[in-house]
């Protein structure tokens, strides 16, 4: 897959921004919502609107505490942090984002050793492959402490049946379970379940409130009191302690009240371009699921159709295998403008 760690171009302008779901703006009522919010030194404890955000997802993810974070990145490190000890090892997804987008974090900062193994197509890890690198108590060894999943994967909804397999395996072998959740919102939307659901089989949820909630930051660490406990110390001690951040938080129960269900919309639209991609010739459809269309064009056509597309106010991070991400800024007729563009530019 492609990964747009470098931007096409300022998105400031553009209509139509198909790179992540990450580029959503606040929307006024969000904005008022976040002005709106009581305030305190949230490293005191004291910040109200924080502690209900807390709460409030807790509760509707199934867990006992929650800890908000400023992002994805840190939520999930701060998670790693808190399961695993210096030497530890965690096992997960070659093409986690936990594993191959956090700048190796849990290495670097955590001293925790990643023991990766390749994602299959629908983003699960085998489970004798697990069961694999769960490593003997040796002195050769790291320890292996921690399985750390991610759904959804590439947009795709992990089996529920799987992740229950891969939960009874993880305990039967004395492992915990974290989940890298920033989009198990989609995941439970998708399969028309509770987000506790989705949760349920682990330990630790990191999900995101800046992915297609639309928020424009943060993320809620769930868990067991005394693994938050840890995680708030981990937390600290990335420097992720902020003080009025109400305002912020304000915006992520704004996005649990208003814009959980119109994730609904996103997947539609993601159907809608991958119908449409899949009528035209050069380009080979190669998944959508939730959000995301995964498609491949030719390489000579990548800069130009890119350029062309850029030209027209659509934003897309065009490479041989493409990710087009579907958010609450970006309309069916948004779609049909980036279909446009893509038909004439082949037909030209
Ligand atoms: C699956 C997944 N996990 C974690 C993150 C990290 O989130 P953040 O950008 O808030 O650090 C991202 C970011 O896009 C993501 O896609």
């Known amino acids: 897959m492609s990964y747009p760690v470098s931007s096409a171009s300022s998105s400031s302008s553009a209509e139509v921004d198909l790179r992540s779901d990450t580029v959503t703006r606040p929307s006024p009522a969000m904005l008022a919502a976040m002005t709106a919010a009581p305030v305190g030194d949230d490293v005191w404890g004291d910040d109200p609107t924080v502690n209900r955000l807390q709460a409030v997802t807790a509760e509707r993810a199934g867990k006992d505490a929650g800890l908000f974070f400023p992002s994805g990145t840190q939520s999930n490190l701060a998670a790693l942090m808190s399961h695993c000890g210096r030497g530890d090892e965690v096992i997960l997804g070659q093409r986690a984002h936990t594993y191959r ?169 993601a159907a809608r371009l991958a119908a449409g991609l899949s009528q035209i010739p050069e380009v080979t459809l190669d998944s959508v699921a939730t959000n995301m269309v995964f498609a491949r064009v030719p390489e000579a056509d990548c800069a130009p159709l890119q350029a062309a597309l850029a030209e027209a106010g659509v934003l897309a991070a065009i490479a041989p295998v493409s990710r087009f991400v579907l958010h609450r800024d970006v309309s069916a007729a948004g779609v049909d403008r980036a279909l446009g563009v893509i038909r004439s530019y082949f037909a030209r």
């Open 101 to 269: 987008y956090e700048a190796g974090g849990a290495a670097v900062l955590g001293s925790i050793q990643p023991q990766p193994i390749e994602n299959e197509p629908d983003g699960a890890i085998a489970l004798d492959k697990i069961a694999a690198e769960i490593k003997a108590d040796d002195a050769h060894f790291a320890r292996t402490r921690l399985l750390a999943l991610e759904n959804t994967i590439g947009g795709k909804v992990l089996p529920r049946a799987y992740v229950a397999q891969a939960a009874a395996l993880a305990r039967a072998r004395g492992l915990s379970l974290h989940l890298d959740g920033a989009r198990a919102w989609n995941a439970a939307v998708a399969d028309g379940v509770a987000v506790a659901d989705v949760c349920a089989p682990f330990d630790t949820v990191s999900l995101c409130f800046s992915k297609g909630l639309g928020a424009p930051v943060g993320s809620v660490l769930v868990g067991p009191i005394d693994l938050i406990e840890r995680a708030k110390r981990a937390r600290k001690m990335l420097g992720g302690g902020m003080r009025q951040a109400g305002v912020l938080a304000a915006a992520c129960l704004y996005a649990l009240d208003h814009h959980v269900q119109a994730l609904a919309e996103d997947h539609a639209n």
